[in-house]
């Protein structure tokens, strides 16, 4: 039985302009079938481009199953919507909370308005606001994804525990 496993080639370099909700939509399940190491994510809410679909958990869950030491990171402005209505990401972070963490940004970052999605290093989707449905796609683009990695960063070590997968009480 080989254990052995493929280096598969990056996708073919190029960077897309998107203007609907369901490019978005699209773009992320696009992504998140490219990953191989880290998916890292900046939202308001994660309420408007299907984070809380069967087909989007089956992905994310396939992801982080599928090696040792892959991760998602995401941070939200606000986890209310997470905590009422998204019960498949919480079911992923109850069953990968070792690969999986969800923060709530703090006070420096919270005003941050442009929601990012940024993979491996080498990928991104950049939401220019999140209110309007603008986005750019790019896919093997490490030059142009390092800066938006550095500004997800910057909101990232502001972030303060958001929802964890455990249930406390008594």
Same mark, same amino acid.
């Given at each position: ?6 280096? !598969?080639?990056?996708?073919? +370099? /190029? ?12 773009? %992320?399940?696009?992504?998140?079938? %490219?990953?191989?190491?880290?998916? /890292?994510?900046?939202? @308001?809410?994660? =309420?408007? &481009?299907?984070?809380? &679909? ?16 892959? +991760? ?15 019960? /498949? $990401?919480? +079911? *992923? ?6 690969? $999986? &963490? ?10 941050? &308005?442009?929601? *990012? ?13 999140? !209110? #309007?449905?603008?986005?750019? *796609?790019?896919?093997? #683009?490490?030059?142009?994804? @390092?800066?938006?990695? =550095?500004?997800?960063?910057? %909101? ?13 009480? *008594?």
């Amino acid at each position: 039985m080989a254990t052995w496993t493929t280096i !598969e080639p990056p996708p073919p +370099s /190029r960077v897309v302009e998107l203007d609907t909700i369901a490019a978005q939509a699209a773009a %992320i399940d696009e992504l998140i079938a %490219i990953a191989r190491h880290h998916i /890292r994510v900046f939202d @308001q809410d994660l =309420s408007q &481009t299907g984070w809380n &679909t069967a087909a989007r958990a089956d992905r994310l869950a396939a992801f982080l199953r599928e090696f040792r030491g892959r +991760s998602l990171d995401i941070i939200v402005h606000d986890t209310r919507y997470l905590e009422a209505a998204c019960p /498949r $990401m919480m +079911s *992923l972070l109850r069953n990968y909370g070792h690969a $999986m &963490t969800i923060y709530r940004t703090g006070a420096e970052a919270r005003i941050a &308005t442009d929601p *990012l999605m940024i993979v491996d290093g080498m990928h991104y989707l950049h939401r220019f606001h999140f !209110e #309007q449905p603008r986005a750019a *796609l790019g896919v093997s #683009q490490p030059q142009q994804t @390092q800066p938006l990695a =550095s500004r997800f960063e910057e %909101i990232w070590v502001t972030g303060e525990p958001g929802v964890t997968g455990t249930v406390l009480g *008594l």
